[in-house]
């Protein structure tokens, strides 16, 4: 297995940067939120230009995320291809109208309305991208837990939210290490073996890596337990930021394009923003 | 609701490690664009040894951490994952891999995983996909068919090979006897 290319975070000195994690995930999950409500064209440009800008503040560069951009741009396509496919007059009946431009061969043909749908739900997907990106690579995972925290999460499952983030190098190494056993005496996970010997083979990797992480859990829980982990009702956390001016405006800001966002989009009683009708 | 054991605490972080983990690796199927994933096994594992919480939030931030770090968050499919674990969690509570496994067991693993991941990706995910997304039925229904049976025949073969593996490394209760 080659290492894979894992999107992490980045540290670099920016605005995003300085925000504590409690505004990142409010603003992540509100911005969530909104472009998963909406299907009005308007908003998503609106969205799409405003996470354009946010990634140029974070100083996070494209190149970083090359490869997280190109998973991204795969998954579109194919996405977007199997819609086409398995209906390709969804947009009309969406739209309530029909202006063929193109006929391809039985029923494909390529409708105005078709490609409108297609471009919102494209677009729908995009503006989310960045700033779920941005939210990986800005956000220091020691600083996480703490922000669950601090929204309301129950410190317990925040805990383990940083636990598994700290964990995810070690299973990983532990994974290739055990693997690299495996091969080196003829154990093959690769499309060389038939379906049905390559699950068998996965098992003889998995076995010891999941033996070996219930090892780690009762080492882990027992010195959590010996440190009298969960003992109180509250905890405090040691990466824990107040927040700053910047912090409410950030907050301020992400309400209130998820308020406006509500307001456009269900205004005239429809998702959909029709310029058809 | 219950207050999460220590242990539960971190049999979790652990879990959505692992499931992270075995989510970025692909291992190919004949079906172009279809991998075995293999996280589902180790989830249903951890939710039959501890619980429907934990197979839950393993889902849950698992699959969250899959997402977010590749091309951002697909709800609807995060909550299936995690309803999958909810499923096989609570159909499985009552039976004890550490006293041991027979068939009856194994058959009750088998039904939880079918009927969890059935309804996950049957009816959760593109019911989900329709209100979130407003994707087309039929797409939506083969794509959640073609994911359901993978995962089906992942965590019924792998899974219950792991299971039955872990079960015969346990010393059972019992097992020593005084020598005359």
Redesign the interface.
């Given at each position: 297995m080659a290492k894979a290319a894992i999107l992490s975070y980045i540290k670099r000195d920016s605005l995003v940067h300085e925000l504590t994690g409690t505004t990142k995930l409010i603003f992540f999950l509100a911005w969530s939120i909104a472009s998963m409500v909406t299907y009005d064209t308007r908003v998503l440009i609106c969205m799409l230009l405003m996470s354009a800008v946010i990634f140029k503040v974070s100083r996070i560069r494209v190149r970083d995320i090359r490869f997280v951009l190109g998973l991204a741009a795969v998954f579109l396509v194919m996405n977007n291809l199997f819609v086409y496919l398995f209906s390709p007059e969804y947009g009309v009946g969406l739209y309530g109208s029909r202006t063929v431009v193109l006929t391809i061969a039985g029923p494909y043909t390529i409708t105005l309305q078709q490609l409108f749908y297609h471009l919102n739900m494209t677009m729908k997907v995009i503006c989310v991208v960045p700033v779920a990106l941005l939210f990986i690579a800005c956000t220091d995972p020691s600083e996480f837990a703490a922000s669950l925290a601090s929204i309301g999460v129950s410190y317990r499952i925040g805990y383990s939210v940083s636990l598994a983030l700290r964990y995810i190098p070690d299973v990983q190494r532990e994974y290739h290490n055990i693997s690299q056993a495996q091969q080196a005496r003829g154990i093959d996970l690769s499309g060389k073996d038939k379906l049905f010997t390559r699950m068998k083979n996965s098992v003889a990797i998995l076995l010891p890596l999941v033996l070996s992480s219930l090892n780690r859990i009762e080492t882990i829980s027992n010195a959590m337990e010996l440190r009298g982990f969960g003992k109180n009702k509250k905890r405090t956390w040691y990466r824990l930021r107040k927040m700053k001016r910047n912090d409410w405006i950030a907050v301020a800001f992400v309400l209130a394009v998820l308020v406006i966002d509500l307001v456009v989009t269900f205004w005239d009683g429809s998702r959909y923003y029709n310029p058809f009708m | 609701m219950k207050?999460?054991?220590?242990?539960s605490?971190?049999?979790?972080?652990?879990?959505?490690?692992?499931f992270?983990?075995?989510g970025?690796?692909s291992?190919?199927?004949?079906v172009p664009?279809t991998y075995?994933s293999?996280q589902y096994?180790?989830q249903a594992?951890f939710a039959a040894?501890f619980g429907p919480i934990a197979g839950l939030?393993i889902g849950f931030?698992?699959h969250t951490?899959i997402d977010?770090?590749?091309?951002?968050?697909w709800?609807s499919w995060i909550i299936a994952s995690a309803f999958a674990g909810l499923v096989i969690g609570l159909v499985t509570m009552k039976m004890d891999i550490n006293e041991g496994i027979d068939t009856k067991k194994i058959v009750r693993f088998n039904v939880a995983q079918a009927v969890a991941h059935l309804l996950a990706w049957g009816l959760v995910a593109p019911c989900l996909d329709i209100l979130?997304?407003?994707?087309?039925i039929?797409?939506l229904f083969?794509?959640g068919l073609v994911a359901g049976i993978s995962n089906i025949l992942?965590t019924g073969?792998?899974g219950t090979?792991?299971l039955v593996?872990?079960a015969k490394?346990i010393v059972k209760r019992g097992s020593l006897n005084k020598e005359d």
């Open positions: - | 207050k999460l054991s220590v242990k605490v971190v049999a979790i972080g652990i879990g959505a490690a692992l992270f983990v075995l970025k690796i291992i190919p199927t004949p664009n075995i293999l096994a180790i594992v040894l939030l931030v698992g951490l977010a770090t590749s091309y951002g968050p709800w979130i997304y407003s994707e087309p039929e797409k083969a794509q992942t073969i792998v090979l792991l593996a872990y490394t």
